[in-house]
């Protein structure tokens, strides 16, 4: 069996992942929107092929155009910064088992 998690270490580059903390209410009551955090993970990411379209909710596939790979944790919202670009992580699919996030992206307009 081939170990996913060496395959994506070899394919993997540095990128910039960015994530907002929880917010909270203030004392008078009004919602503040938790500050967002920015650190380097490494990931390989890729355009989306046809059979991995299939794999993703029906909502989201006229979004995604790329597959991440990562063994550090992502979650939806989750914005990654790539060689000028932004992507906006839609859906996840952790592997517990192999070590690594699998994530469908959908390119950020500015």
């Keep these: 069996m081939i170990d996913v998690a060496i395959a994506i270490d070899g394919e993997a580059v540095n990128v910039s992942l960015t ?11 009004n919602w ?3 500050a ?8 390989a990411i890729q355009p989306v092929r046809g059979n991995q379209l299939m794999d993703m909710p ?4 006229t979004e995604a155009g790329w597959m991440a ?4 944790e992502i979650i939806v919202d989750d914005e990654i910064a790539s060689a000028g670009i932004t ?6 699919w ?6 690594f996030y699998r994530v469908a992206l959908g390119r950020k307009t500015k």
């Excluded at 994530?19 to 009551?29: K, P």
């Excluded at 029906?58 to 596939?61: K, P, T």
């Excluded at 790979?69 to 550090?72: I, V």
């Design 19 to 29: 994530r907002l903390a929880a917010g909270s209410y203030n004392a008078d009551g």
């Design 32 to 34: 503040v929107p938790g």
């Design 36 to 43: 967002p955090t920015t650190s380097t993970i490494r990931a």
């Design 58 to 61: 029906e909502g989201i596939r």
């Design 69 to 72: 790979w990562s063994r550090s």
């Design 87 to 92: 992507y906006r992580v839609l859906f996840t």
């Design 94 to 99: 952790p592997r517990m088992e192999g070590g």
